[in-house]
């Protein structure tokens, strides 16, 4: 190889990295590649680019046809552009190309903003709510929506979310007046032939009727095969506390024939639902965007997803839904649907006539959500008629279920009184029997309480009773709307965390576990419930024969300390008032319960004769029956 082939090979390859050093994708290239891989921007990109890519292909091949020596081959550029939107779209290829408008329907609770491109609800805004720091509240916004149906048509795949809907109404903004509003969005496919997207909004509603109507259609789809309908939304961030309100956003849906359920709230979740779905909803902690079957869906597959961008994007999760549409391949057919866009209000979502709806705001299950309907949600709804301070209503709400207990609480310090006037006497049983005979002296402390009539369980029994409504308030106070931003003392928003002292830095381990802030509500909270088990310690002899149990005792207050730091203040604050309710309670109890008497009562007992059980009875003449054979 002489040197000149070897300059040669050189240059050809110093051409060839030359070459594709220059036509590299750039960075921007590149993030657009990958942005193309959510199926959300996959929509936006592919609706954009169409027009693009119909020039480009145009081009091309008026190029390839003018090198051609057959001049009689020559084609123009808009027949050849044409051509290939009928390759495409086929007999929706003139909804290919348009130019984007906005119409709004809109009332004194709603706005909704609509897009010629997909003829799909654009923006959803709630007027009457603001978000934590005064934004309005769009339950979804702009090119981040996907709302359009699928189906197959001469072979071709076919997505409306990407096709020109023509609007058939007189004005591009129609204001909210006392008539129904309507807006008709109609997706052309020859011949007269077409899909309409029809949406009414009644004045003072949440909910906006959505009718499917196909005209021709039987024509147009290959064979007889369902719609399917996308739906897909990036949820945004509305409450202070981001964390916490992605812990209570999920999708909801409602089986036509069954109850209600959800995804998970805390990681990502899928679900193929192949049984008739009712209806199926985008939740939030407050608001949900609900889209409703006036007869059901056959089928749907819903997911939800955490969302690993930008912090500043304020984006919680990616909602995504595949909603089976039913076509019986008729000439003309209509499919009648509801959407609701409001708040997650117990009260509202029941008088929506929507099946279970009001399951949306989670207020427990079984017992605890008893508890929270028909006796919590009354009181709390009566006083708010009354009094405009919610700090005052949950201080009143408190005050009402304590003296509705006082009965339970007074019976648990009785038991708790006379086990503590019969410690001496235990003191002597331990004496008396060593410490390696335990058994025996479990029963000898056995023998006593029986002779005496007293249960070793009957302090703990009135306080399980009280367990359903604490956990029931638990579930009540994060998912009361009535709280949302309003103020109390120094808690700016009951239904989110009342910070006193906040820093930006991460600190590992506390950060994580106990968040970048300290609630004063929590810290009073614990400090109370800490207090509160030293006096039960204290007048509970019991309890210090169990040193595990005692150090279980002290535990919990300090894992409440980590758990309601960023929980809903309302609830801290609740707890905190039921802590100082009791501790009054038992101080006045103290008062009236006479010690000394009760000692001698006990004493008294200890000459009757011991009754016994009827199941005691039923042993003993069994064995005397035994006996006998």
């Keep these: 190889m002489n040197k000149n082939t070897i300059i040669g090979i050189l240059l050809i390859v110093g051409i060839f990295g030359i070459f594709a050093l220059i036509n590299q994708p750039s960075e921007k290239e590149l993030a657009e590649t990958a942005r193309q891989l959510d199926s959300i921007e996959v929509a936006k990109n592919d609706s954009i680019n ?27 550029a808009d027949s050849l552009k044409e051509k290939k939107k009928e ?9 290919a190309e348009g130019t984007e408008k906005f119409i709004i329907l809109e009332n004194n609770k709603i706005k909704v903003k609509f897009s010629t491109l997909g003829g799909r609800p654009y923006t959803v805004q709630l007027k009457e709510y603001q978000t934590f720091d005064s934004l309005p509240v769009l339950l979804f916004d702009g090119d981040s929506t996907v709302f359009g149906l699928n189906f197959f048509s001469q072979n071709k795949s076919i997505s409306t979310q990407n096709l020109f809907f023509t609007p058939i109404s007189s004005d591009t903004i129609l204001k909210a007046n006392k008539s129904t509003q309507k807006v008709t969005m109609r997706l052309d496919a020859g011949e007269g032939r077409y899909l309409e997207y029809v949406y009414e909004l009644d004045p003072n509603s ?11 259609f039987d024509k147009v789809l290959n064979n007889k095969s369902d719609l399917v309908l996308n739906w897909d939304i990036l949820v945004r961030q509305q409450e202070k506390g981001a964390k916490y309100e992605s812990n209570y956003t999920t999708v909801y849906y409602k089986f036509a024939e069954d109850e209600v359920d959800y995804l998970s709230e805390t990681s ?21 965007a609900v889209l409703v079957s006036n007869d059901a869906f056959p089928s749907a597959i819903v997911s939800t997803t955490k969302y690993t961008g930008k912090e500043s994007d304020r984006i919680l999760k990616t909602f995504k839904s595949e909603i089976t549409i039913p076509f019986e391949s008729k000439a003309s057919e209509s499919k009648d649907m509801t959407f609701y866009f409001g708040p997650n209000h117990f009260t509202t979502l029941k008088k929506q006539g929507i099946p279970d709806l009001e399951s949306l705001v989670p207020l427990g299950w079984g017992i605890f959500g008893w508890i929270n309907q028909f006796a919590v949600i009354p009181i709390f709804n009566f006083l708010g008629g009354y009094i405009a301070s919610y700090g005052l209503i949950i201080l009143l709400l408190t005050l009402i279920i304590k003296l509705v207990l006082l009965p339970l609480t007074y019976k648990s310090y009785l038991s708790t009184a006379k086990m503590r006037v019969l410690k001496p006497q235990i003191d002597e049983i331990h004496a008396k029997i060593p410490k390696d005979k335990t058994m025996e002296r479990q029963q000898a402390t056995m023998a006593l309480y029986k002779k005496v009539g007293v249960s070793p369980l009957g302090g703990c029994l009135p306080m399980l009773l009280q367990m359903p409504i604490l956990f029931a308030m638990f579930r009540f106070f994060p998912a009361s709307i009535e709280l949302r931003q309003q103020s109390f003392l120094w808690a700016t928003d009951l239904s989110s965390y009342d910070s006193i002292f906040s820093w930006t830095g991460d600190i590992p381990l506390l950060s994580s576990f106990y968040g970048n802030h300290i609630s004063l509500f929590c810290l009073l909270m614990t400090a109370s ?25 002290y535990l919990m207050p300090f894992m409440f300390l980590f758990m309601f730091n960023s929980y809903a203040s309302g609830l801290s604050y609740y707890y905190l ?37 009827k199941f005691q009875e039923r042993l003993e003449l069994m064995a005397k029956q035994r006996s006998k054979k």
């Design 50 to 76: 169409i027009s693009k890519a119909l020039q480009e292909s145009t081009a091309t091949n008026s190029v390839a046809t003018l090198s051609s020596n057959d001049s009689t081959s020559v084609l123009s």
């Design 577 to 613: 008032l039921a802590n100082l309710f009791t501790f009054a309670q038992i101080y006045l109890i103290r008062k009236f319960v006479n010690e000394e008497a009760i000692l001698a009562k006990l004493n008294e007992n200890k000459k009757k004769p011991v009754k016994k059980s």
């Design 529 to 553: 419930t800490i207090i509160y088990t030293y006096q039960q310690n204290k007048m509970n002899p019991a309890s210090t024969s169990m040193p595990g149990m005692k150090v279980m005792m």
């Design 87 to 95: 390759e495409l779209f086929g007999s929706f290829s003139s909804a």
């Design 268 to 288: 990502d979740g899928k679900e193929d639902l192949r049984t008739r779905v009712k209806w199926v909803a985008f939740k939030q902690q407050f608001f949900s």
């Design 206 to 216: 949440y909910k906006m009727k959505f009718k499917i109507n196909t005209i021709g």
